[in-house]
């Protein structure tokens, strides 16, 4: 039994879409005429994600973070409750509001119908359960403790979806700052200076340093701003296209870590998110290796996510964990120290989430600071543009007063 999304006509010609299970397509057009609609379009549903080569589709098409953790959680509370698995993604299915996640929970029923692990049938959706989520609910499965990992994953995908947003606040606020007073400033110089200092043109008189300086810029950014920003967006572009080769973005980031504060902000990041990973699937029964390998692909800079996968390789020849990643050089003393302790105690899943703890509230504390400073240093940037621009324009307003007295 397999789930198939349809389009189809009800009696008064209005389309109708949604997602039912059948053996086959035909099975499912005859449950649509015994429900009076006419079937236009039945198609499997599957996970097109991996088959298109745009990151955009896969967003379309895969699950949200917000949407996986309520999944997640409504999921481990059913089963918990004692229900068979099948039962308890019908219920989720039919609780779910969103057309998306609803297609892909009830493609996921299918094949568990079909006799598939969760596991299993989570892996026919990559874009939407990515390898960790899979090896955790596999590990839980085998343990016999799916429940307790579904509450743990849940928790996990609720944590990163958090600290997600605190990440982009960092980055968005200073970044929404910086272009709303750019853009205060162009538009004054492209429209409202021009017209405020074209009185001054019919004077002899020599106009102020500044107010021949505010003339020039204005000028330019009228003359040549469209094709500046043209040039701008060119050369984003082109960074951007340059990024996607691999050497590129490693030698990118291994730049961004000796930056002193941007540095230190990605490192305890990455360091967060890693440790965070590699507790959740320990503590579910995924082996420390298996754990590491995975683990790493949650890292997005791409120096310590080599790093990572070089670790492991020690670990797999013998080498503690804490050594492994201590040689690399990119990981915080603390963290290290913490995972040297677990090692020792042999509750390493127990100092891993610490270290999480203990690096994500690092983190949190370098955002409130960067935020307290960048915030007011952009608002008085901007005021001293624009009392720059004020400046210009009444400078000759005051000689013309002096030359009529």
């Known amino acids: 039994m397999g789930a198939y999304e349809y389009t189809a006509l009800d009696a008064r010609g209005r389309e109708r879409k949604g997602v039912l299970e059948g053996d086959a397509p035909r099975a499912v057009r ?16 599957r996970d097109r994600a991996g088959q298109a080569g745009r990151r955009l589709l896969q967003m379309e098409r895969g699950i949200g973070v917000t949407e996986l953790a309520l999944f997640t959680r409504q999921l481990a509370t059913l089963s918990k409750a004692g229900l068979p698995m099948e ?7 039919e609780q779910t509001e969103n057309a998306r996640v609803q297609k892909i929970i009830v493609g996921v029923r299918s094949h568990v119908v079909e006799g598939q692990t969760l596991a299993s049938a989570l892996a026919n959706f990559p874009a939407s359960f990515n390898e960790l989520y899979r090896a955790t609910v596999s590990a839980g499965e085998q343990a016999g403790r799916l429940d307790e990992v579904l509450e743990g994953l849940a928790d996990y995908v609720e944590d990163q979806q958090a600290m997600r947003q605190k990440v982009l606040g ?11 007073a750019l853009g ?25 340093l500044l107010t021949r300086g505010l003339i020039a810029t204005s000028d ?48 305890g990041v990455n360091t967060a998110r890693f440790t965070r990973t590699l507790s959740i699937l320990t503590r579910s029964g995924v082996p420390a290796l298996d ?29 503690s964990i804490h050594r492994a990643l201590g040689a690399e050089g990119l990981f915080p003393p603390i963290t290290l120290h913490m995972i040297a302790n677990g090692e020792l105690s042999g509750e390493l899943e127990t100092m891993l989430a610490r270290a999480a703890e203990h690096q994500e509230r690092e983190v949190e504390t370098l955002r409130q600071g960067v935020m307290g400073i960048v915030g007011p240093a952009v608002i008085l940037i901007m005021g001293g543009l624009v009392l720059t621009i004020v400046l210009a324009i009444l400078l000759p307003v005051f000689d013309l007063n002096q030359l009529v007295k």
């Open 170 to 180: 960092a980055l968005l606020y200073p970044a929404f700052l910086t272009v709303v």
């Open 184 to 208: 205060i400033v162009i538009i004054l110089l492209a429209t409202v200076v021009p017209d405020l200092i074209g009185v001054f043109d019919s004077i002899d008189a020599k106009l102020p």
């Open 87 to 93: 039962e308890a993604l019908k219920a989720v299915a």
């Open 30 to 45: 005859g449950q649509l005429r015994e429900r009076g609609l006419t079937p236009l379009e039945v198609r499997e549903v």
């Open 220 to 267: 330019f950014i009228r003359d040549w701003g469209l094709l500046l920003g043209i040039a701008l967006a060119a050369a984003v572009a082109l960074w951007l296209y340059a990024l996607r080769n691999e050497d590129m973005k490693r030698r990118y980031h291994a730049r961004l870590l000796r930056l002193p504060l941007i540095g230190r902000f990605i490192r």
């Open 291 to 319: 754990a590491m390998t995975i683990g790493a692909e949650v890292v997005s800079n791409r120096p310590m996510r080599q790093a990572i996968s070089r670790a492991a390789t020690k670990v797999r020849e013998g080498e």
